[in-house]
């Protein structure tokens, strides 16, 4: 079992909320041939590649994913908060909806979409042998899609953000 530890990462990306994400964040996805992908659920299988890839090498939290504006703001705030009160707030990867990853059977799918404006994303994967499902909710932001949310079973990565002091492991 592999063991990813967030709250260095969530520390980290504290320390640098007063500026703007870099590298990834600013990018368009792209496919292999270096076009910008139109699929959202192609944005969001390259996010765990490096769960899939023995060794891989993670981005930190800021890059993780290409983050709305808003909900960057959202998390900035969020790791701000967690860094006064020197505890965590979001303790799991809300990618893979845990703390530990061992990802196997890797499903994403576009379950709706309005083109350049909003859409809806599935991932469905085992995680240890616990079947999980992960929501993402996109938007179409500087000619790019970007991740607005992340839903999973029982939580709500904006309302886990917004929220000051939250458990937010979630019930697996």
Known sequence: MYRRNLIIGLGAAALGACSPPAGKQDEPATDSAGRAMTDPAMVIRQLYEPYLTPGATFPDFQNQAPWSAGLWTTL?????RSQTINEPILDFDPLIAAQDYQL?????????MVEASTAVVRASFTNANTPTEVVYDMIWENDRWKVDNIRGAGWDLRQIASAPNTDSIPAQ
């Open 76 to 80: 900035q705030a969020m790791m701000a």
């Open 104 to 112: 196997a059977n890797l499903n994403v799918v576009t379950e709706s």
